[in-house]
């Protein structure tokens, strides 16, 4: 038997319950599978009764029959009135409580109940404030890793790392930007080819981690500069494209979702970037649905998110003003987000020594209200900023 439906809030249900009709001769098995719509993996709870002793053992369907063939079981005997009705109380218990979403996550496992646990009333977040090296891809990785081991050894369970930090964004002197051939580049910007540093998505960054996320437990945003080589469905005439994009990698040790920046910032992305072509990107956590962003979307990215209703905005950075950024950080974004009702998560560059610009340092981490839970308190160098905030 299956039930489909709408739940509860942003939630979808399907319950299969087999053992109810017919028999196989084995035992049943009762599942409750509940996804937060927009969510790529359910919140599976499997409910596996004791082995009956009597010949009319109601048996299991084969997953996604749901007991087809009318008045017969799935081996096409007749229905018998199998399964206790403290069977059916307990099934009924589980599916009031997934309905009020308290089921997190749950998993199948020899027919136990796995991680079937209320979803906690706070998380630990990290914004990662740290300097890069343009094209130092390997050193920028070990750097960016330690610092993510730092992050999860304190409990930050979502990190969020700067702007295009695997690759570099910009040389720390803002001299050198990547400039592909033929493409219009500012007069203030030395030339570098990208070629030979970016990398595709998935690739050798993203798999690394992901694995460093499953190792963690954690979830760990992974930004870099994007190589995709022509597409086949185009005969490849397109030749090779590079996106400013960010990617989330989950505690399971795969990517959850893949971010290519919608509205790249002209003054220096104008020489190598082609603007987003993925649209935004949500996905569910057991904390709350998040969303991705890089730096200048944030001018109109939020009224995208608007009707996805995210939790958080993971929002790496490498900000560029005419003065130290506080008037925008503690005041202007704040005013921006706070009209939105979300958290957000925002790990700005910084770099190694002083420098004749400014808006590096600042990382801040906003509440739903717009107001500043936690900021960086350097310039220099690398810094963690936490925050424990509430869930959804």
């Not at 399964?83 to 997190?104: F, K, N, T, Y």
């Not at 979830?219 to 597409?231: F, H, K, S």
């Not at 919608?262 to 082609?274: F, G, Q």
Request: aromatic letters at 10%; charged letters at 25%.
């Amino acid at each position: 038997m299956c039930w489909r439906g709408r739940g509860l809030g942003r939630y979808d249900f399907m319950l299969t319950y087999s053992w109810l009709f017919g028999g196989c001769g084995r035992p049943g098995v009762g599942r409750w599978v509940v996804r937060r719509r927009g969510a790529q993996n359910p919140w599976a709870i499997r409910v596996e009764p004791s082995p009956r002793p009597s010949p009319g053992v109601p048996g299991e369907g084969e997953e996604g029959e749901c007991g087809a063939g009318g008045a017969e079981g799935c081996c096409g005997r007749p229905m018998t009135a199998g399964g206790s009705m403290r069977q059916m109380v307990r099934v009924i218990g589980w599916v009031l409580v997934a309905m009020g979403g308290a089921v997190a996550r749950g998993e199948e496992a020899g027919g136990r109940v796995e991680r079937a646990t209320t979803r906690p009333g706070s998380v630990k977040v990290a914004a990662v404030q740290c300097s890069s090296g343009m094209g130092e891809v390997k050193r920028n990785r070990e750097k960016l890793t330690g610092l993510v081991e730092e992050a999860a050894k304190n409990g930050a369970k979502i990190i969020v790392l700067p702007e295009a930090a695997i690759t570099g964004y910009l040389s720390q002197d803002l001299r050198t930007n990547w400039h592909l051939e033929g493409w219009a580049i500012e007069r203030a910007f030395l030339g570098k080819d990208p070629a030979g540093f970016a990398e595709a998505v998935p690739g050798e960054s993203t798999e690394h981690f992901c694995r460093v996320a499953k190792r963690l437990g954690v979830y760990i945003t992974v930004p870099l500069v994007e190589m995709e080589e022509g597409r086949a469905e185009d005969g490849g005439k397109k030749g090779r494209r590079y996106f400013n994009t960010v990617c989330l990698a989950g505690p399971e040790g795969r990517l959850v979702a893949h971010y290519r920046k919608l509205t790249p910032w002209p003054h220096p992305e104008k020489s190598w970037a082609t603007p987003g072509d993925r649209g935004v990107q949500v996905y569910d956590t057991e904390y709350g649905r998040v969303g991705l962003a890089i730096c200048y979307d944030i001018h109109t990215i939020l009224e995208k998110y608007e009707a996805h209703h995210i939790w958080a905005l993971l929002y790496p950075i490498a900000w560029v003003d005419r003065n130290h950024p506080a008037e925008w950080f503690w005041h202007r974004l704040p005013e921006r987000v706070g009209k939105f009702g979300h958290y957000v998560i925002g790990a700005n560059w910084s770099v190694d020594e002083r420098q004749e610009w400014f808006g590096y340092g600042f990382s801040t981490i906003l509440g739903p209200d717009g107001k500043v839970i936690a900021t960086a308190k350097s310039l220099y160098g690398s810094e963690i900023v936490y925050a424990t905030i509430q869930t959804q």
